[in-house]
T-cell receptor
Framework: SAVISQKPSRDICQRGTSLTIQCQVD?????MFWYRQQPGQSLTLIAT?????????ESGFVIDKFPISRPNLTFSTLTVSNMSPEDSSIYLC?????????????FGPGTRLTVL | QLLEQSPQFLSIQEGENLTVYCNSS?????LQWYRQEPGEGPVLLIA?????ELTSNGRLTAQFGITRKDSFLNISASIPSDVGIYFC???????????FGQGTTLQVKP
């Protein structure tokens, strides 16, 4: 498995502003993922972030709203841009570890975002 | 591709056994079970990769269906710290991503 940390753990933001969430892993990983979990709901994949290439976004998510950076094999950021109250969610990063089986993902603790 | 979990909510007495089910019309290459506690990210409990595979992790047992379209998670002798939301999540070759079920909320009464 991998140890994953996220910053910030929670934040309260005003509408129209942007927040950048950081995800740090204790080992080098190829695949990193960003998920959104709306209140009382399950997890929905936002995008896959591979080092050295553009992030791949899922249907319903666009780069202008959720820009992602992946500067190296242990770090990624997700920005939630021009926020509205509908963006209030938990944002989670996850990784597939090189030593693990394919498709097995390990999650960070999440960032709880509230937009007023 | 949709993963249907049942039940959506479960309230049991400490010491009881429980089973959560996960079903789909799609074929999955792998199936995982996660538990999420309030304020935390999902924690991997069991991962299944072979059709019919039966795997245990302490008091937890899970099996991947022969058709790779379904799975169950059984928890024996429940304890209060088992509370949380249990998710099944599967990956298909076509989708290339992990799809989560809607979750099962477990309450354990002392």
């Amino acid at each position: 498995s991998a140890v994953i940390s996220q910053k910030p753990s929670r934040d309260i933001c005003q509408r129209g502003t942007s927040l950048t969430i950081q995800c740090q892993v204790d080992s080098q990983v190829t695949m990193m993922f960003w998920y959104r979990q709306q209140p009382g709901q399950s997890l929905t994949l936002i995008a896959t972030a591979n080092q050295g290439s553009e992030a791949t976004y899922e249907s319903g998510f666009v780069i202008d709203k959720f820009p992602i950076s992946r500067p190296n094999l242990t770090f990624s950021t997700l920005t939630v841009s021009n926020m509205s109250p509908e963006d209030s969610s938990i944002y989670l990063c996850s990784v597939e570890t090189p030593s693990g089986q394919e498709d097995t993902q390990y999650f960070g603790p999440g960032t709880r975002l509230t937009v007023l | 591709q949709l993963l249907e979990q049942s039940p959506q909510f479960l309230s049991i007495q400490e010491g009881e056994n429980l089973t959560v089910y996960c079903n789909s019309s799609s074929v999955f290459s792998s199936l995982q079970w996660y538990r999420q506690e309030p304020g935390e990210g999902p924690v991997l409990l069991i991962a299944l990769y072979k059709a019919g595979e039966l795997t245990s992790n302490g008091r937890l047992t899970a099996q991947f269906g022969i058709t790779r379209k379904d799975s169950f998670l059984n928890i024996s002798a429940s304890i209060p710290s088992d509370v949380g939301i249990y998710f099944c999540a599967g990956s298909t070759i076509e989708a290339g991503k992990l799809i989560f079920g809607q979750g099962t909320t477990l309450q354990v009464k002392p």
